[in-house]
C-alpha cells in the first residue's frame, strides 16, 4: 500500500524559511515522481514543483510563483523527499500536499505566513 | 502555461440527475487530463486519468470524455456522497494547471 506523510508545516513570518518533508512507503521511491501541490485556504489546487526519478535524471520543475525561492529535492536513501522554502511570502499559506502519480496523495500539512 | 477553464463554477442538482462538468484548455492536451474529487478537509482523489479512465474503486457512475481542448465529465445519476469539489487538471505539459474547480451540492 502507497503511503505517503508529509511534516514540517507550522506558522512562520513573512521572509522566514521553512522545510516540509514526506516519507513514502509501498513504492519504489528512487523512480518515482513526486510532486508537491498546494491549497490555499478556501481556494483551488495549484501545482508546485516536482522532481522525477533516479532513472530520469532527477530534473526538477517550479510553478512560476515559486521558482528562486523554493527548491525540491529528494534522498532516496530516506524515501524522503523535501520542499524547502525561503523568502515566505503571505500568499504562500495553504496546505501543501506530497504526491506519487497523481492516485497517491499525503494528508497535507498547513503553512501559515502571517505576521 | 496552458489555462484550464472549468465551468461551471457551482450547480446545485437533485438526487438522481445527471451532472456535468466541462474544461477547456487553452491549447492541444491531447487525452491528458485527470479529474480529481475533493471533499471538505481531505485531500483530493483521482476519479479519472488520461480523460476517460476510471480509478481505482472508482463508481462506473463517473465518466470522461474529450480530447484536444474539450473536456467533460459526467456523473450519470448523482449520489448524496458525490457532494464535493471537483477539479479538472491536465499533464501534457508544465507547469501542470489544474481548472477553478465545481462545487457540486444536492438540491
Known amino acids: 500500500e502507497v503511503q505517503l506523510v508529509e511534516s514540517g508545516g507550522g506558522l512562520v513570518k513573512p521572509g522566514e524559511s521553512l522545510r516540509l518533508s514526506c516519507t513514502g512507503s509501498?513504492?519504489?521511491?528512487?523512480?518515482?515522481?513526486m510532486t508537491w501541490v498546494r491549497q490555499a485556504p478556501g481556494k483551488g489546487l495549484e501545482w508546485v514543483g516536482r522532481i522525477k526519478g533516479k532513472t530520469d535524471g532527477e530534473t526538477i520543475d517550479y510553478a512560476a510563483p515559486v521558482k528562486g525561492r523554493f527548491t525540491i529535492s529528494r534522498d532516496d536513501s530516506k524515501n524522503m523527499f523535501y520542499l524547502q522554502m525561503n523568502s515566505l511570502k503571505t500568499e504562500d499559506t495553504a496546505v501543501y500536499y506530497c504526491?506519487?502519480?497523481?492516485?497517491?496523495w499525503g494528508q497535507g500539512t498547513l503553512v501559515t505566513v502571517s505576521s | 502555461d496552458i489555462q484550464m477553464t472549468q465551468s461551471p463554477a457551482s450547480l446545485s442538482a437533485s438526487v438522481g440527475d445527471r451532472v456535468t462538468i466541462t474544461c477547456q484548455a487553452s491549447q492541444d492536451i491531447k487525452k491528458y487530463v485527470n479529474w480529481f474529487q475533493q471533499k471538505p478537509g481531505k485531500a483530493p482523489k483521482l476519479l479519472m486519468y488520461d480523460t476517460s479512465n476510471l480509478g481505482t474503486g472508482v463508481p462506473s457512475r463517473f465518466s470522461g470524455s474529450g480530447s484536444g481542448t474539450h473536456f467533460t465529465f459526467t456523473i450519470s445519476s448523482l449520489q448524496p456522497e458525490d457532494i464535493a469539489t471537483y477539479y479538472c487538471?491536465?499533464?501534457?505539459?508544465?507547469?501542470?494547471?489544474f481548472g477553478q474547480g465545481t462545487k457540486v451540492e444536492i438540491k
Open positions: 504526491l506519487f502519480r497523481w492516485d497517491s
Open positions: 487538471h491536465q499533464y501534457d505539459d508544465v507547469p501542470r494547471t
Open positions: 509501498g513504492f519504489d521511491f528512487s523512480r518515482a515522481y
